[in-house]
């Protein structure tokens, strides 16, 4: 346990209006503004606030909330005037603000990749490199540069699955895969996920072989969408899982047919290599073709220079 993160927060506690009350900011006011969650709404009708909302003070009369995001909107829809605040005193670091953000018992932040990347990215323009290190470990990373390179990719990402994302229609593990696409062909995979509304594991192989199949023969989304809508002569419209398992069909048809002894052989040749965290390894798109590819991650640009010599020679045929 790192002991220098904090123990204890200095908290008063007041009532204050709901009207005073703001998100962070625009972003997480994106997130959360006209998204009333159901079960606090049914549970603030049953029980009401069970505890007081973390906030600070950041104008007369204006406090931005910390933590419980989702109880705003449920509040103002109940038409709930007033409410506990725990209110954060104005000498509180601002490390300890944001890692409140995180630990409190209300936070959403440990659900949503979206919402943890966001933390992030803004602790970056207040915080010490080592400070923001802290925060990543706190969300339950690995305190390393290259996870968080790869939590802010994900605010990169288009609108639709930016909140995908946070809502956990899509896992990470897929969410981060729509980078390889353009904003038109994520949006339109976004489409589809929506209408046949996979899950697990059919998510996962319905976006790997879409964005595999697209790149591979340099086709959109759409297009590939509207050839499947054309060989399918008898699609029950009304029957959305019989259509995700014809979907599924055509794709896994339409990639090569050496394509799964291929995959087989790079799993195995994955697990006998047994690559760091820093090392990737990846296939050609097209399993006929062997050829692989290797990204190597440095903490800095010194490091890659010190590395260079050494990685110029390996490569040299």
Known sequence: ????????????????????????????????????????????????????????????????????????????????????????SPATPLFNITYLQIVHSLSTVRNSPVLQAHLLQEAQQILADHEVMKLLSAMGHKPQRYKLQELLGVLQLESLVVFALHNGTLSLKVGKQF??????????????????????????????????????????????????????????????????????????HRSSPGKNAAEKKFRQLIQELQPPDRITIEHCLSFEDESLEVRLQFPDSDSLRRQWPAIINCTTP
């Open 179 to 252: 980078a390889r696409l353009s904003e038109g062909d994520q949006r339109y995979l976004m489409k589809l996920i929506d209408t046949y509304r996979p899950g697990g594991s059919k998510q996962q192989k319905l976006v790997e072989m879409i964005i595999e199949i697209s790149l591979r023969e340099g086709k959109s989304v759409s297009d590939l969408a509207e050839e499947w809508f054309r060989t399918e002569k008898e699609i029950d419209q009304d029957n959305i899982p019989q259509q995700l398992q014809q979907l599924l069909r055509y794709l896994d």
């Open 1 to 88: 346990m790192d002991t220098n993160l904090p123990a204890t927060f200095d908290f008063t506690f007041t009532l204050l209006g709901t009207s005073q009350l703001d998100f962070p900011d625009h972003f997480i006011d994106f997130l959360y503004h006209e998204c009333t969650d159901a079960l606090i709404v049914e549970s603030l009708q049953k029980v009401g606030l069970t505890q007081p909302l973390p906030v600070r003070q950041i104008a007369p009369s204006r406090y931005q909330l910390l933590a419980g995001y989702p109880y705003l909107p449920a509040i103002r829809d109940l038409g709930i005037d007033e409410v506990y605040c725990q209110l954060v």
